[in-house]
């Protein structure tokens, strides 16, 4: 192992078969991993990140399950446009496009449907794994000529949000924090048992409900499993549900001040 302080749950290689590039070096480095060409000398299921066409994924060894990336030019192209809750919890599908902080941004899922509907969004992740992720697949976003506009409404901060959101402000905070209670994520099952060995269950809701509240300007929306209860205790002003999970909307101003002014 390369760093003997590394925590039990945290990748312990990044495996590059071929001549690794600056991009891959620096993760490397920023997360203090052993650089390997396979993962054959690694223990049957150890984390790890994969190195692949630029790509970053991070998966076990040995596994034959795919490795998961973060990939916002596929999941952009593979949208289609329909009736959102989360577009309803967010804007409430009025024509206003408010700024949007994704304060526990994960894999990014809820991020791009709030990029495919045209809204700014800064993703705030405090895991320096997922923050290794979401920035690759940042890179690739802005290398893809088609979605350069996309790429310029996005941005991402490696802080713990509580921290960013301290000090930065925008119209609507989203907060999917890893709840052992709340059951549902938005990520699926497979995504959720690897994220879980690596992060294990949130514990700051209280504080990140209260650091969200404080930095919005028009609504902070939490999503939640469909029968959780809400977090931190905290009763919102309205819910939109879903069979799954529900978004919790606590509002803060009307959106008529937006669209005026
Ligand atoms: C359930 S996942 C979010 C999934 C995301 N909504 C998506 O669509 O992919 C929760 C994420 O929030 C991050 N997180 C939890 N508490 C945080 C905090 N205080 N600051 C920043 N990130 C946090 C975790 O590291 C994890 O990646």
Redesign the pocket.
Not at 124 to 127: A, G, I, L
Not at 159 to 162: E, G, V
């Given at each position: 192992m390369a760093n003997a302080s590394r925590s039990a749950f945290a990748p312990e290689a990044l495996i590059c078969h071929g001549d690794p590039p600056a991009e891959c070096r620096q993760v490397v480095e920023r997360l203090k991993l052993d650089l390997l060409t396979d993962d054959n000398s690694l223990a049957a299921n150890t984390l790890c990140l994969y190195w692949r066409d630029g790509a970053l994924s991070l998966g076990r060894a040995g596994s034959r399950e795919h490795p998961v990336a973060v990939d916002f030019v596929r999941a952009l192209q593979q949208r289609r446009q329909g009736p959102e809750l989360l577009m309803k919890a967010v804007n409430g599908h009025l024509s206003v496009k408010p700024s949007v902080i994704?304060?526990?941004?994960?894999?990014?899922?809820?991020?791009t449907i709030l990029l495919s509907r045209g809204l700014a969004v800064t993703m705030?992740?405090?895991?320096p794994v997922?923050g290794a992720l979401l920035d690759n697949a940042m890179a690739r976003l802005r290398a893809e000529p088609g979605l350069a506009e996309v790429a310029q409404r996005l941005g991402l901060s490696r802080?713990?949000?509580?921290d960013y959101l301290a000090v930065n402000r925008a119209d609507v905070v989203y907060l999917?924090?890893?709840f052992a209670a709340s059951g549902k994520?938005?990520?699926a099952k497979k995504d959720m048992q690897l994220?879980q060995s690596l992060?294990g269950h949130?514990d700051?809701g209280e504080a990140?409900l209260n650091a969200a509240l404080a930095s919005a300007d028009y609504r902070v929306v939490v999503?939640r499993g469909a029968k959780a209860p809400p977090l931190a205790g905290r009763e919102p002003g309205f819910a939109i549900k879903g069979k799954a999970v529900r978004f919790d909307v606590y509002p803060l101003k009307s959106f008529k001040q937006l669209a005026n002014g």
């Open positions: 994704d304060a526990t941004a994960g894999l990014g899922r809820d991020t705030v992740e405090q895991s997922v802080l713990n949000a509580c999917d924090p890893m994520s938005a990520l994220f992060l949130g700051d990140l999503k």
